[in-house]
């Protein structure tokens, strides 16, 4: 794979932490050097150190059947226990868990103690209603402290929570509802997003009204007070909670006893329920939310902005900040509601001092503009973290020098659902940061650049992002189907010395520096003329142009060429009224010339007022593909907001 993204590499700005952040930070270069020296025994060190185990492991790896992995199998621990008891038995039960904030602005600050009464009630709750260990419990809810209670009470009997974010439609609920043959669902009547009422209970009941599901009983948390339908198969949680006791001991569970599934859109139609583990995911969880984010639970205040229903929500909102005893921020809204500087009110209100977002929300911002943050006190940052996409180095630095003013450490991350856990990223107090480069693998993992070959592509070359060694928190499998997983993620070389090797299905280029560069999905590189081009590399430049707020790129079908670069742009507040689009499009055109070369100048530029995302902030540039090929709009049912696809498209008219 040959693509181009010189100009990215061209990048010559450097950031070393500053001496005060680097003498107190948590991670320190030994880390590196054990891992290097020792890699599984590192990783029986993390686990002994981060985690309580009831019963000690003895083995650390058994990797006898690749790519099928187990990670301290003999050993066993309860994944909620180490969430919740310990710290409260440690006299830290008076540390706030919690600080939850809703859309409409009520909101209310958990303690551990008291998080850990509600998980147990919410356990016996369970229990009553017969689920046993391995059962499988769909909780599709809101972003509310049920949501964590939920899936930790799921995660305490030993059954396995399948999270389904609440946009999905019911027919998506339903697959996965099916797939997983859960026994329990986990519902509210509604949610607020944008300053509406959400309904959720309505697409449980049209999920389940063929009569044939596995679900016996659908929990119902009183939300937002509206009206739903009432079967006799549901049940007030509030109830149910209010009839139980808060005594309950925690089982041990083997560390390679079912976690979670968390179901991913899978390319023939059919969603790919990706399956986690006890032990190893949370060991990678609970290392990489320690030393990624400098975490200092006695004192920090972190907020990661993801819903729980998608893997950033697993891993960074529930399991690593709990295991680590952090004090953390939840908001059930939107980032624009009811003002366009609610998050930096929510910071400055609750001292937030390590912040993780998604690269389109801070493109967001931008657009905005820097006069919204700047009305708040966000000087409690000391941390800001991006994850998602890549980013791109201009947000990068306007995320460094608004939101962080001009001293705050950037990292950004790479990993996956399928890893379950950070895999490449700076550590801040060790690493000397290039806006928009992941950079370097994580101690005790093992990364490398591939061409089409299987060959190292050298500094300096772009190729195939792949994981030549197991690692903790990597997936187990696709819930019911082994052959799946086998095809879809180590067929590609099944040959190598160590077994099968991991592909991302994601791009990369190592820097001249062996530093890596993240290109997004190997199927959004275009093939212009023979030329494999990067959507990330002209996106990134033309949102380098001083109007541009946020840019998104796709392959449109072109006779001549094979594939023309089409671009979709959304300009700056302060830029609207000053230029015509037919002249920005010009200036940008040019611009990308100029940067990257006549090659990647795009064939239209469509100036819009909002590009296509899902909730969790992703660009859904299958829709633009679709738009840009005259072709019918796909399915939207996980965009945040549906609508957006027929303003894009009246706009082009």
């Not at 919410?122 to 209670?149: C, F, H, K, S, T």
């Not at 139980?244 to 329920?273: C, M, R, W």
């Not at 990678?284 to 893997?311: M, N, R």
Request: glycine residues 8%.
């Amino acid at each position: 794979m040959s693509v181009q993204i010189d100009h990215l590499l061209h990048e010559s700005r450097r950031f070393p932490p500053s001496p005060e952040f680097a003498a107190a930070s948590v991670a320190t270069e030994s880390l590196y050097e054990q891992a290097a020296e020792d890699r599984l025994g590192f990783w029986a060190n993390q686990a002994r150190e981060l985690l309580h185990w009831h019963k000690p492991f003895t083995r650390t790896l058994d990797w006898t059947n690749p790519p099928f992995a187990k990670w301290f199998d003999d050993g066993e621990l309860n994944v909620a226990y180490n969430c919740l008891d310990r710290h409260v038995l440690a006299g830290d039960g008076d540390r706030i868990a919690l600080h939850w904030e809703g859309e409409p602005g009520d909101s209310r600050s958990i303690s551990y103690a008291q998080l850990t009464s509600e998980v147990k009630r919410a356990a016996n709750v369970l229990i009553g209603l017969g689920v046993q260990a391995g059962d499988r419990v769909a909780i599709y809810l809101p972003m509310i402290p049920e949501a964590v209670v939920a899936m930790l009470a799921v995660a305490r009997i030993g059954a396995v929570h399948s999270v389904i974010f609440g946009g999905f439609s019911a027919e998506s609920l339903r697959s996965r509802i099916d797939d997983a043959e859960a026994v329990v669902v986990i519902t509210a009547d509604g949610g607020y997003r944008k300053g509406r009422v959400t309904p959720l209970k309505p697409a449980v009941d049209a999920a389940l009204a063929s009569g044939d599901s596995s679900v016996r009983t659908v929990l119902v948390v009183e939300r937002t007070g509206g009206d739903v339908e009432w079967n006799e198969r549901d049940k007030w949680w509030h109830e149910e909670l209010a009839a139980v006791s808060d005594e309950h001991e925690a089982q041990a569970f083997p560390a390679e006893n079912p976690l979670f599934i968390l179901y991913t859109s899978g390319t023939t139609g059919k969603p790919k329920g990706i399956l986690h583990t006890s032990g190893g995911y949370l060991t990678q969880a609970a290392f990489t939310h320690k030393q990624v984010f400098d975490l200092k639970p006695e004192k920090d205040v972190y907020w990661c902005t993801a819903d729980v229903g998608w893997i950033t929500g697993h891993t960074y909102v529930v399991y690593g900040p709990l295991a680590n005893g952090a004090t953390q921020v939840l908001y059930e809204g939107t980032p624009d509601t009811p003002h366009p500087g609610r998050w930096w009110e929510i910071i400055e209100k609750y001292k937030v001092s390590i912040l993780y977002t998604a690269p389109t929300a801070i493109r967001t911002f931008m657009k905005i503009g820097r006069q919204e943050p700047q009305k708040f006190d966000l000087t409690s940052l000391r941390l800001l973290g991006s994850v998602g996409e890549p980013i791109n180095p201009e947000a990068w630095m306007w995320y460094r020098e608004v939101i962080g003013n001009h001293v705050t450490p950037v990292v950004d991350t790479w990993w996956q659902t399928e890893t379950g856990a950070i895999m490449v990223s700076a550590l801040p107090g060790l690493t000397v940061v290039k806006p928009g480069a992941a950079q370097v693998a994580i101690p005790g993992i093992s990364i490398d650049v591939l061409g089409e070959d299987g060959h190292h592509v050298g500094h300096g070359n772009g190729g195939l992002l792949v994981v030549t060694e197991p690692w903790p928190s990597m997936l187990r499998g696709i819930w019911g189907d082994p052959d799946r997983f086998i095809e879809t993620y180590w067929e590609k070389w099944p040959d190598a010395p160590n077994g099968p090797l991991y592909f991302a299905g994601d791009g990369a280029r190592l820097d001249r520096e062996g530093d890596i560069w993240l290109l997004g999905r190997v199927d959004d590189v275009m093939n212009v003329s023979g030329h494999r081009l990067s959507t990330a590399e002209i996106e990134s430049s033309l949102v380098a142009h001083p109007a541009v707020a946020e840019a998104a790129v796709v392959g449109a079908h072109d006779e001549t060429t094979g594939q023309a670069v089409v671009a979709f742009v959304i300009i700056k507040f302060s830029q609207t009224d000053a230029v015509s689009h037919a002249d920005i499009s010009a200036v940008l055109r040019a611009h990308v010339t100029l940067q990257i070369g006549a090659i990647a100048r795009p064939r239209e530029i469509f100036i819009v007022s909002e590009l296509p995302k899902t909730r969790s902030g992703k660009i859904m540039r299958r829709l633009l593909r679709d738009v840009a090929e005259g072709r019918e709009i796909g399915d939207t049912t996980t965009l945040a907001d549906t609508s957006i696809m027929q303003i894009i498209t009246d706009g082009m008219r």
